[in-house]
């Protein structure tokens, strides 16, 4: 009790000391005026504590009287809050700067030793005009311009001066005097032409974060503009590329704009190498970003695809060609066990353009959003560069012409081309089908076939399933006298639920007709490859599945299509037609569709239309994914997620591909959430031919990454694999098995989870 009385007391005696103190505060009256409230401090963080930073350039202008390049840009964290302290760094950003222009404004004289053996000046280029990109800041070596010098405050900044400041609220401001310096090519500050800035946040801060930025304007308005110059579509690279890693200078920002900045089209580097007598060779490289994209792709072409149309002669002579024969052919570079240093994982045919490029069929009204007028350049042969990147000096590569103004270039274009009534062909010469009264290539004419069906006949007694084919291009019946050999695939699916295929895939006799179409009788009662008869799923109901396989004989540098001699052989080009697969009713109407986890799209934009070739020639072309099942889902191959997830080091398991796909990158193939487990197919999938054992649905779609040594240590593969089978799925067991498995994998990894652990939202 004596405590609480002593605690009264005490608060008493604080409640009259505050009374008293009140009082006297109250006696000191006014001072004056109160002061305003002063400004709420800044909410910003540091460079040297974020992880990751985004630019927004405000303005951007060039003063032709004082030589100075101004920039105002905002530097913030992902979540839009201000970064500081980017101005007391030591060396934080990249700027490059340049305007569009023409070839002929970056043009050099150059000599060469003419046929009589005399030293002449090529003065000026004859293979036609282009806008191309100028650098404003060249920078060269052995009298070569090699490229953009990027310019950087702590090199270029003049002493004395602040060329990098911080204006508050996350605001920078760059001042670049005297910015521009073209290394003598004949070209200035032109205000008619439309500017543009490539700014690069580069390893800043102690987290060494880097961001990019293009930023483009018509002096006239000091307005921002669309990029200038786009030839390709951003995903024609990221659609391989899987990631900024995956791509040289993939910290420069994996972008079109990025590479064209510094590679621009006059850039060209020096190139020395050894031939076989032990003699030096020297050569000059391209180093335009296109010169260097056609003699990667082509240095890094798969082995068996170098078999194909004239690879060896037309691209593969270094004699011809030393810049692929000395630097970037990856086969001649070997380590001492004789394996290529660099992977051969280029996964196209080399000439073929339109991999990249848009289609020649397409006008500048037709073009997509992303691209410029200039994406029609490729077809029109007025660039001999492009053709020597791929090809080097093969026939007549550095060709001149000489007038009354002097020696002008024209290289290979002088007679390949489409146009003027030359019927040579340069682009146009690459691919088939074309308009043009020009050469075509006769091995992609294969592509021009249609595969037709009908006549279907279903007899329920001998289990035997008949029906008419016809090969047809255009008007022009493709018959046996054209083609060597055809193989047609006869499968079923489910009405209702056609997510998979349902029989073993049967044998299929293809006879001639006297009218040139092919009869075909498939024995619908094979159980070859563990699933149930074709006949089982015709008699409960189930739509057919045709696909036909074959090549047919043209004639060289045409699609016009050429009998077979009396030895049954072509003496022209067999192209190779794997015809999409038709979805069929017996009645002959339209049946349900196999339904694919994946868009066959997504394949051609890395692996175009020939996907597979193998022994010099394609495995499969103008197919689909339904074609390619009919062996991988009903045959006795792996099913097509274990092969093509790559589950035993094939496809997308190799280790040399693994540098340009993420193998967590699940939209790389699948478009929005069918990659869900969801979008599982009802059915078993043979996980491993070789022992004949199967997955569970679900399972095996998880199993084919994770339960892979292609992906995963022994460790993780184990772990994976009991927990799999620890929820009711079967990773590698029988048929009969895999289908009975009641397994739950979906009930916690549904589309949500699975993009959230992928990283993919």
Request: glycine share 8%; proline share 3%; with cysteine.
């Amino acid at each position: 009790m004596m405590m609480n009385q002593n605690k009264i007391k005490h608060a008493v005696k604080s409640a009259i000391s505050l009374s008293i103190l009140s009082v006297a505060l109250a006696g000191c009256g006014s001072d004056g005026k109160d002061g305003e409230d002063g400004k709420p401090g800044e909410i910003a963080v540091n460079i040297n504590d974020v992880t990751a930073v985004k630019t927004e350039v405000d303005l951007a202008s060039y003063d032709d009287v004082s030589g100075t390049l101004t920039v105002d840009f905002y530097l913030t964290n992902l979540n839009g809050v201000a970064v500081t302290g980017l101005e007391e760094l030591t060396d934080p950003l990249r700027l490059s700067f340049g305007r569009m222009g023409t070839r002929a404004e970056a043009f050099l004289p150059y000599d060469i030793v003419d046929s009589d053996g005399n030293s002449v000046t090529v003065s000026s280029r004859g293979d036609g005009e282009r806008d191309i990109w100028l650098s404003y800041r060249n920078k060269s070596k052995d009298d070569l311009v090699t490229g953009t010098d990027n310019w950087r405050p702590n090199r270029n900044c003049p002493d004395g001066e602040q060329c990098l400041e911080y204006l508050g609220a996350g605001k920078y401001r760059i001042t670049a005097p005297e910015v521009i310096n073209t290394q003598g090519l004949d070209y200035g500050y032109d205000a008619t032409q439309v500017q543009g800035i490539y700014l690069m946040t580069y390893g800043a801060g102690a987290n060494k974060v880097k961001n990019v930025e293009a930023y483009y304007w018509e002096p006239a308005t000091e307005r921002p503009v669309s990029s200038p110059k786009s030839v390709l579509e951003n995903q024609t690279c990221t659609s391989c590329h899987i990631g900024d890693e995956h791509i040289r200078h993939g910290n420069y920002g994996n972008t079109a704009d990025g590479c064209l900045f510094c590679h621009t089209d006059y850039t060209q580097y020096a190139g020395t190498g050894i031939d076989d007598e032990g003699n030096e060779i020297n050569f000059t490289i391209d180093g335009s970003i296109k010169g260097l994209a056609h003699a990667i792709h082509t240095g890094a072409t798969e082995s068996d695809r170098r078999d194909m149309a004239k690879f060896g002669t037309v691209i593969g002579n270094a004699a011809k060609n030393p810049v692929f024969g000395y630097k970037y052919d990856r086969a001649a570079q070997i380590d001492e066990d004789g394996n290529p240093l660099k992977p051969l994982n280029y996964p196209a045919v080399t000439a073929s353009c339109e991999s990249c490029h848009v289609q020649y069929t397409e006008t500048e009204e037709t073009l997509p959003e992303s691209v410029t007028v200039h994406a029609l350049d490729w077809f029109k042969d007025m660039d001999a560069d492009s053709c020597q990147s791929c090809h080097g000096d093969y026939h007549y590569g550095g060709r001149t012409t000489t007038d009354d103004t002097g020696v002008s270039y024209v290289g290979c274009v002088d007679c390949h081309s489409s146009t003027d009534g030359n019927t040579r062909g340069g682009a146009f010469r690459h691919f088939a089908g074309h308009e043009k009264d020009s050469r075509e290539s006769a091995i992609e004419a294969g592509k021009l076939i249609e595969t037709l069906y009908s006549n279907i006949v279903w007899n329920t007694d001998t289990s035997e399933l008949s029906f008419t084919v016809n090969l047809m291009m255009g008007e022009q019946a493709v018959t046996n006298a054209h083609t060597p050999r055809v193989s047609v695939y006869a499968n079923a699916v489910d009405a209702t639920q056609p997510d998979a295929f349902l029989a073993s895939r049967p044998s299929a006799t293809v006879t001639p007709n006297a009218d040139g179409s092919f009869a075909v009788t498939v024995d619908a009662t094979g159980t070859s490859y563990t699933l149930p008869a074709l006949a089982d799923a015709i008699n409960n109901g189930a739509d057919l599945a045709l696909s036909a396989s074959f090549s047919a004989c043209f004639k060289n540098k045409e699609s016009t299509l050429v009998e077979l001699d009396t030895e049954g052989n072509c003496s022209g080009i067999l192209s190779a037609n794997a015809a999409t697969t038709e979805f069929l009713k017996l009645d002959g109407s339209q049946g349900a569709e196999r339904a694919s986890a994946v868009s066959y799209d997504n394949c051609t934009s890395c692996h175009n239309n020939d996907m597979v070739v193998r022994r010099g020639a394609p495995h499969y072309r103008n197919a689909d994914l339904h074609t390619c099942a009919q062996c991988h889902e009903a045959g006795d191959y792996n099913s097509m997620i274990v092969r093509v997830h790559g589950t035993f080091g094939k496809a997308h398991g190799r280790e040399d591909v693994q540098p340009l796909v993420d193998t967590k990158t699940c939209s790389a193939c699948h478009d929005d959430s069918n990659y869900s487990l969801e979008n599982a197919r009802s059915t078993p999938m043979r996980w491993n031919r070789k022992d004949e054992t199967f997955s569970s649905p679900q399972a095996g779609v998880c199993a084919s990454c994770h339960v892979s040594e292609s992906y995963q240590d022994s460790a993780k593969i184990n772990s994976t694999k009991s927990h799999i089978e620890s929820m009711g799925g079967i990773v590698a067991g029988t048929h009969e098995d895999a289908q009975m498995a009641n397994e739950t994998c979906l009930t916690c990894h549904n589309a949500e989870k699975v993009a959230e652990n992928h990283m993919l939202k």
